[in-house]
């Protein structure tokens, strides 16, 4: 089951929105999300009864624990958690899969670029070898004395964070725009 026009056109007017919000207030706030989760769901549900609910449903139980791994680690917001389980609602897993590959190339290149222009090569580092450590442990206190909520509330935030929600819509724009490359004949 592939989701059709109306899935996309609303997906992309959200993660547009989410993106503004989130480079300007580094938040993506509960208005969006959970409608957006809630009327993906109740699309595919009228649209393809029970089957759909439910491919619906498969497409937020990937984000929330693709994501939710990462959430509980510290490295990311629950707000982008959120948006990827609202996408999932609309766009179903094997396309909410793809969003997620995507915004991750695309934070991946963001957070090399922040480093390099910030010279935090050194402190990365450290960090990265902190993260492996808290993987190796896995213990029940994982991230928690440095999780995100705490690092927006800094003035240097833009040298630390990503905004994930523009990194979802630079991958989902992306992918859109080699499948219309690809299909172009």
């Known amino acids: ?37 809630i009327t993906g769901v109740a699309y595919h549900g009228w649209t393809d009864g029970a089957s759909g609910v439910g491919q619906s449903l498969l497409g937020v139980l990937f984000a929330l624990v693709i994501l939710g791994a990462f959430c509980c680690m510290g490295g990311i917001g629950a707000g982008d958690v959120k948006l990827l389980a609202a996408i999932g609602a609309w766009l179903l897993l094997p396309l909410t899969f793809w969003v997620f590959i995507a915004s991750a190339l695309a934070s991946g290149v963001y ?66 725009g080699i499948a219309w490359y690809i299909g172009k004949p």
């Open 1 to 37: 089951m592939e989701p059709g026009p109306v899935p996309l056109l609303v997906v992309i007017l959200a993660v547009l929105i989410t993106a503004v919000i989130d480079l300007w207030k580094f938040k993506i706030p509960n208005v969006v999300t959970f409608p957006l989760l």
């Open 111 to 176: 957070a090399v670029i922040v480093i390099l222009t910030c010279r935090r090569l050194k402190e990365t580092w450290v960090n990265l070898k902190v993260i492996y450590h808290r993987v190796v442990a896995v213990g029940r206190h994982l991230g928690a004395e440095d999780h995100v909520e705490l690092a927006i509330t800094t003035d240097d935030r833009r040298t630390r964070l990503i905004p994930y929600a523009a990194m979802v819509a630079v991958g989902l724009l992306s992918l859109l």
